[in-house]
Structures are given as structure tokens and as C-alpha cells.
């Protein structure tokens, strides 16, 4: 599926997936494999679901559980995302990231006050939440910015000889 995706052959490696996943609809790999040719071929809806499916099937991964909250944010459905982030500060409280994107949703999708009560009663906030309490101390909510990603990772922009963003 991979090599499929590295070639080019975007609806084929979809395919695949899909009778993967069919498969063992359970397995968090053919999840992830479907994820990724799904959005390798343009169907960000199935991407998503994939993504949602896997980490139903995962749930005490906080990695995952950031990941798949990233992947809807950046779709544009942050009450989704911040339900995933919220998880992933669940399963690891002492991460100072995972209470960061928790916190900044919540203020994001209205919780802003109650947010910044529990900022200011934290004895010793770490770096990214001083930050996030500056922030929502001078404007709005910080919107999704991408994240910084993992090692190896990167985001690209792709853009069709018709000037379209949404091509294979």
C-alpha cells in the first residue's frame, strides 16, 4: 500500500487498503494504511474516519490520540480534535503539550474563562502553558498552527497546473 502511495497509483493503494482493512476491521495498521491512502487520494472524509476507527481500536495511546486530534483540527473540526486532545492529557497528565492542546480547545470552542481560572491556579505552569495563559490574557484563543510535527514528518502543500489545492 505504501509502495503504491510512494508511486503515485493514489486510488489503487485505497483500494488495497480498503480489502485490508475488510480483512481484520479491528487491526490499528490497516486502519492507519486506509487513513493514508484515503488521504493520498483526495477523500479526506474516509481519511478521517479511518483515523477515528483506529483510535477507537487503540484507545490508551496518547500518541494516537494527538495525532488523530491534529488530523481533525487541520480538517477543520476542532469539537472532534479537542475531544482527542482532551484524551491524550487524560492518558499522560504530566505532558505539558498534551495539557496545552486540551486547554486550548477548550477556550477555543468557549470555555475560555473556565480555562484561564485554571491556568492561573496552577502553581507552576510549565513553558507552553505560561504562553497559552498570556495568550488568552491578550486576545483570542490560539488557532491550529500545525504543530511541530515528529521527527521525520512533514506537511506540504500541493497545488494542481489548474491552480487547485484538493488534486491527486
Given amino acids: ?46 481519511a478521517l474516519l479511518s483515523l477515528d476507527e483506529e483510535v477507537e481500536s487503540t484507545p490508551a495511546s496518547a500518541d494516537l490520540h494527538a495525532r488523530v486530534a491534529r488530523a481533525f483540527e487541520a480538517a477543520g473540526d476542532e469539537r ?18 498534551a495539557h496545552f492542546e486540551a486547554l486550548r480547545c477548550r477556550a477555543r470552542l468557549g470555555d475560555r474563562e473556565r480555562v ?28 491550529y498552527d500545525g504543530g511541530k510535527g515528529s521527527p521525520g514528518e512533514m506537511e506540504a502543500q500541493v497545488s494542481c497546473e489548474d491552480g487547485s489545492v484538493r488534486c491527486p
Fill in 1 to 46: 500500500i505504501r509502495g503504491l502511495i510512494s508511486r503515485g497509483r493514489f486510488a489503487e493503494a485505497k483500494s488495497a487498503a480498503r480489502r485490508f482493512a475488510e480483512l481484520d476491521p479491528d487491526l490499528p495498521r490497516a486502519r492507519e494504511l486506509l487513513a493514508a491512502a484515503a488521504a493520498a487520494d483526495g477523500d479526506a472524509d474516509l
Fill in 80 to 97: 472532534r480534535a479537542c475531544a482527542h486532545f482532551r484524551s491524550a492529557r487524560d492518558l499522560r497528565p504530566a505532558s505539558d503539550e
Fill in 116 to 143: 484561564q481560572a485554571e491556568l492561573a491556579a496552577m502553581k507552576s505552569p510549565g513553558k507552553m502553558l505560561t504562553q497559552l495563559a498570556a495568550a488568552l490574557g491578550s486576545g483570542p484563543a490560539p488557532a
